[in-house]
């Protein structure tokens, strides 16, 4: 009976010798699970072979239910491990060491309309992000493989202890958002461009890091007008007087953020207003465009587009670079923002590669004009290979965007991975300039 025992206490031992070592199961970090949309994160993946190729995917859906993703092809190394800020994707949507290439290379689904951007509308809830670590290499677009191990990842857009206050104060409409404590806090306006409505995530970002930021739409919003026809530079003056005048807004004066339409805007704003000492013009024109802008007695007449001059590719994408009317013929002259009257202090950020008109151009006449006048309160962050629409970082990229006017696919430039370079290089500088010239 002993011996019985022996052998079958022995027994186990056997079958563990003879049972080939179980594989370690992967898995996958992304630090921190929760945090600011703008800042990256660290993604790691363990427990794979040396070696081993696997697909790592992003997937998200914008508050419509609009799917977008993501995928980029990367090998283990020897210990069977991946770290996304060291190691290189040797395929996907991107190559190279890209930190963050899943999530600025997020685009829509292919079951879904091309051509949308994953912009968020509700800046109080996270947009969630799932990355997911597949067998083998997928290419985009196709049936990736089995799933080994899945994150979830929360992008904030507005941190904990901003207030968001909705604003009706005169004419003025809009979101104010203040930072956490008691202040006061440099103010910034922050406006977009043609596609008209609130949009909001990049003021509660910039109230994030610390600015009270008022996001001041100047149609298709509330009671503002419905399209963008004659502006009034006394709205945006009644703006700049409730931030400055406001209790949590540090003075004397406050800084004005715009992105097309929105850039020129805030060229305009720093030339005629004094409560304005600081203009961020990303992607901007030099002259007054589309409707024109009147201030007391003034009036700049807006240059045109020319539709004769836009071109269309075979898949449909309006290329629009040539339609603007050309700021440098003597006609146009009186369209011309006289940004040598500003006391304050401009930022021009263009990607060279705009192909929704001549941002680069219409840095170079800015500059050119400051300087006949004896100006140098000015600086320029000039991207090789960014498209028009620079965003905080880690904003999808969008080559081609719908036009919310035209209705069509619109060519707006650029090519993904420098763009997002130029987006987060960017970013920065952008907040340094605000900080420097508003306290």
């Known amino acids: 009976a002993a011996m019985w025992r022996a052998l079958a206490a022995a027994a186990p031992a056997r079958a563990l010798l003879r049972t080939p070592p179980a594989r370690r199961a992967a898995s996958l970090a992304v630090s921190p699970a929760a945090g600011p949309a703008d800042e990256r994160v660290e993604t790691r993946v363990a427990g794979l072979s040396p070696g081993q190729p696997v697909t790592l995917r992003a997937v998200a859906?914008?508050?419509?239910?609009?799917?977008?993703?993501?995928?980029?092809?990367?090998?283990?190394?020897?210990?069977?491990?991946?770290?996304?800020?060291?190691?290189?994707?040797?395929g996907?949507?991107?190559?190279?060491?890209?930190?963050?290439?899943?999530?600025?290379?997020?685009?829509?689904?292919?079951?879904?309309?091309?051509?949308?951007?994953?912009?968020?509308?509700?800046?109080?809830?996270p947009m969630k992000v799932e990355v997911l670590v597949h067998q083998g290499h997928s290419l985009p677009g196709s049936m990736p493989g089995p799933v080994m191990a899945k994150a979830e990842v929360q992008r904030l857009f507005t941190a904990p202890g901003v207030r968001r206050i909705r604003l009706k104060e005169g004419v003025v409409r809009g979101s104010l958002f203040l930072p956490p404590g008691d202040?006061?806090?440099?103010?910034v306006i922050d406006m977009y461009g043609d596609e008209g409505g609130l949009i909001e995530f990049r003021s509660s970002l910039l109230a994030?890091?610390?600015?009270?930021?008022?996001?001041?739409?100047?149609?298709?919003?509330?009671?503002?007008?419905?399209?963008?026809?004659?502006?009034k530079l006394e709205y945006f003056e009644e703006a700049a007087r409730f931030l400055q005048r406001h209790p949590k807004v540090k003075g004397p004066g406050v800084g004005v953020i715009g992105t097309?339409?929105?850039?020129?805007?805030?060229?305009?704003?720093?030339?005629?207003?004094p409560e304005v000492v600081a203009a961020v013009s990303i992607s901007g024109c030099s002259s007054n465009?589309?409707?024109?802008?009147?201030?007391?007695?003034?009036?700049?007449?807006?240059?045109?587009?020319?539709?004769?001059?836009?071109?269309?590719?075979?898949?449909?994408?309006?290329?629009?670079?040539?339609?603007?009317?050309?700021?440098?013929?003597?006609?146009?002259?009186?369209?011309?923002?006289?940004?040598?009257?500003?006391?304050?202090?401009?930022?021009?950020?263009?990607?060279?590669d705009d192909r929704m008109w001549k941002s680069s151009l219409y840095a170079e006449l800015a500059i050119r004009r400051l300087?006949?006048?004896?100006?140098?309160?000015?600086?320029?962050?000039?991207?090789?290979?960014?498209?028009?629409?620079?965003?905080?970082?880690?904003?999808?990229?969008?080559?081609?965007?719908?036009?919310?006017?035209?209705?069509?696919?619109?060519?707006?430039?650029g090519e993904s991975k420098a763009?997002?370079?130029?987006?987060?290089?960017?970013w920065g500088k952008i907040q340094e300039f605000l900080h420097l010239h508003l306290g």
């Open 208 to 231: 994030t890091h610390g600015f009270a930021a008022l996001s001041l739409p100047y149609f298709d919003f509330e009671d503002l007008p419905r399209i963008l026809k004659d502006l």
């Open 92 to 125: 996907g949507d991107y190559i190279g060491v890209e930190p963050m290439g899943l999530f600025w290379s997020l685009a829509p689904a292919g079951m879904e309309r091309p051509y949308q951007r994953l912009v968020p509308r509700n800046t109080s809830a």
């Open 419 to 426: 763009h997002a370079h130029a987006q987060e290089h960017s």
């Open 183 to 187: 202040g006061p806090f440099p103010g």
């Open 289 to 352: 465009t589309v409707a024109d802008l009147h201030y007391g007695e003034t009036t700049l007449p807006g240059l045109r587009f020319d539709m004769e001059k836009v071109t269309v590719s075979e898949s449909g994408v309006f290329d629009v670079f040539e339609a603007l009317d050309d700021p440098m013929n003597p006609a146009n002259s009186s369209s011309v923002i006289p940004i040598e009257k500003a006391e304050g202090h401009f930022l021009l950020v263009v990607g060279e």
């Open 260 to 273: 097309g339409k929105g850039a020129e805007l805030a060229l305009s704003m720093i030339t005629f207003l």
């Open 61 to 90: 859906a914008d508050e419509r239910g609009c799917l977008f993703q993501s995928c980029a092809h990367y090998r283990a190394d020897s210990r069977g491990e991946l770290h996304l800020g060291t190691d290189a994707s040797h």
């Open 371 to 413: 300087r006949q006048h004896g100006k140098e309160n000015f600086e320029l962050l000039s991207y090789p290979g960014a498209g028009h629409r620079i965003d905080p970082p880690s904003t999808p990229f969008c080559q081609v965007a719908m036009d919310r006017v035209l209705g069509v696919p619109v060519l707006g430039g």
